[in-house]
Antibody
Framework: QVQLVQSGAEVKKPGASVKVSCKAS????????ISWVRQAPGQGLEWMGW????????NYAQKLQGRVTMTTDTSTSTAYMELRSLRSDDTAVYYC???????????????WGQGTLVTVSS | EIVLTQSPATLSLSPGERATLSCRAS??????LAWYQQKPGQAPRLLIY???NRATGIPARFSGSGSGTDFTLTISSLEPEDFAVYYC??????????FGQGTRLEIK
């Protein structure tokens, strides 16, 4: 069965960086893109960007351009999201989510990781 | 940016009743709209894709309709496990995928 397993919770100081991992199993990793979606406490869902697990192409939300980098390691079927220059309003649960469609980057998401809480606090 | 506006913000109903949730887009998204259910402490779950197609394993009481700018998620007869927050999401704009702000479906 398809599974996305994310790394554990992180506490970071303002200005630091965080890198969250998302290990996929149960399907051919390179056949589907991965998006990252975050959710601030008590708030809605915010799409952060997308990466093709096939060729590494990315599409980032404009508001995060320059602060976010998404990568994949096909040898371990793992996707990564790094966010730099953290601010208090980056405190959120970060989810990875698999594209439902093979033809990215525009898709909805049929499998989600369990979420990783990133807390930014001095 | 395509803005999705969901209404109502909160819907209070009883088990067995019919629920109708709305999602309106600021410009046409064709049929490229999905619905998700999220329960506390859990990741979202895909219910409906491309406006009217149920995702794998989703019960038939969930249905979606609409195209262009106006979409509806209907739950024909509420079960206790259906009380949750529901989000719509558009995939029409390749520059930015967006979600609605959510509708909380609560037990009356």
């Amino acid at each position: 069965q398809v599974q996305l397993v994310q790394s554990g919770a992180e506490v970071k100081k303002p200005g630091a960086s965080v890198k969250v991992s998302c290990k996929a199993s149960g399907y051919t990793f390179t056949s589907y893109g991965i998006s990252w979606v975050r959710q601030a406490p008590g708030q809605g869902l915010e799409w952060m960007g997308w990466i093709s697990a096939y060729n590494g192409n990315t599409n980032y939300a404009q508001k995060l351009q320059g602060r976010v980098t998404m990568t994949t390691d096909t040898s371990t079927s793992t996707a990564y999201m790094e966010l730099r220059s953290l601010r208090s309003d980056d405190t959120a649960v970060y989810y990875c989510a698999r594209d439902r469609l093979i033809t990215g980057p525009l898709s909805d998401f049929d499998y989600w990781g369990q979420g990783t809480l990133v807390t930014v606090s001095s | 940016e395509i803005v999705l506006t969901q209404s109502p913000a909160t819907l209070s109903l009883s088990p067995g009743e019919r629920a109708t949730l709305s999602c309106r887009a600021s410009q046409s998204v064709s049929s490229y709209l999905a619905w998700y259910q999220q329960k506390p402490g859990q990741a979202p779950r895909l219910l409906i894709y491309d406006a009217s197609n149920r995702a794998t394993g989703i019960p038939a009481r969930f249905s979606g309709s609409g195209s262009g700018t106006d979409f509806t998620l209907t739950i024909s007869s509420l079960e206790p496990e259906d009380f949750a927050v529901y989000y719509c999401q558009q995939r029409s704009n390749w520059l930015l995928i967006t979600f609605g702000q959510g509708t909380r479906l609560e037990i009356k």
